[in-house]
């Protein structure tokens, strides 16, 4: 009998997002700079006699369990798409927050994807598993490659990027709902400048320099609908970070530093005086996360 498969789903962050125009069926132009963390949810999957599925972990509470959940979507349609049906349990553990901007379904989809690709020897290559998974949403594809990449379009554009600067990274999110649709429907305007030019971004200085001409056009419709979006901000900023901003649609933020300690005493700040706020210091990632034999 084939070993457990366990690998982490990294949470996705866009350091920047411009809205640059609405398609006629209503779905919004993207252009972003997305990478990922090496913090995430954590997915095995194993050989087993029927079907299982659970979720633990501090985030897990009031997740769906059921067909609606991403992870079971990416397992059914993987079935669809193969013919394969050997049944699996599959654990998720749950440590990003749902709903929060950091892309934790589609990363988890992602991740179910390739730990089921290599569980069931299917050998699907990338760009098969890429078609796959733009069925589950445009933001699958991109959490599929877990690279720094420009997504454009509404997210099913993308261009990997060959380097981007190793940055400690702070997320933190103070546990407000946000509705997504809402706030791109209190986007004043949906037609704004593009990413400028994209030049190296592979040391910090460069990174931070064109970072600082980007945005995200979503942040502050989201402030003005959850103020508390705004609280966060300026706790990131009090620490001296980099560069803050929100990713996404939020609510979770984050502040970009040179150095993990920075990083980590940011995280003491703020855990101390916000102790009810999601708050992990973490690095970007920077290679496709390989999976373990359990």
């Known amino acids: 009998m084939a070993h457990s498969l366990s690998r982490v789903a990294p949470a996705k962050i866009n350091l920047c997002l411009h809205v640059t125009g609405q398609r006629p069926d209503g779905y919004h132009l993207l252009e972003s700079l997305v990478v990922f963390t090496q913090f995430g949810d954590r997915l095995t999957v194993s050989p087993s006699s029927e079907d299982e599925f ?35 349990a599959i654990k998720l553990e749950k440590k990003l927050p749902a709903a929060s901007g950091m892309g934790g379904g589609s990363s988890d989809a992602a991740s179910t994807l390739i730990l089921l690709n290599a569980l069931w020897k299917l050998g699907l290559k990338q760009d098969r598993l890429a078609r796959i998974a733009l069925k589950l949403g445009a933001d699958v594809p991109m959490c599929l490659s877990e690279t720094p990449l420009i997504a454009r379009g509404i997210g099913e554009d993308i261009t990997p990027l060959s380097a981007v600067a190793e940055l400690s990274v702070l997320l933190v999110n103070p546990g407000v709902p946000v509705s997504t649709p809402e706030i791109f429907r209190k986007l004043e305007r949906k037609e704004n400048p593009p990413l400028p030019p994209l030049t190296a971004l592979d040391t910090a200085p460069a990174l931070f320099d064109w970072l600082h001409r980007t945005r995200n056009d979503l942040q502050e419709p989201a402030t003005r609908i959850q103020p508390e979006i705004s609280h966060c901000l300026s706790a990131l900023l009090a620490t001296g970070a980099e560069l803050v901003r929100m990713t996404g649609s939020g609510a979770t933020c984050f502040g970009l530093f040179s150095s993990q300690e920075a990083a980590e005493r940011a995280r003491e700040e703020i855990s101390a005086s916000h102790p009810d706020w999601f708050v992990v210091a973490t690095s970007l990632l920077h290679e496709t996360e390989a999976f373990d034999h359990v």
């Open 54 to 88: 659970t979720i633990t972990g501090p985030q897990a509470l009031g997740l769906p369990v059921g067909a609606e959940n991403l992870v079971l979507r990416a397992r059914d349609l993987l079935r669809e798409e193969t013919g394969h049906v050997e049944p699996v």
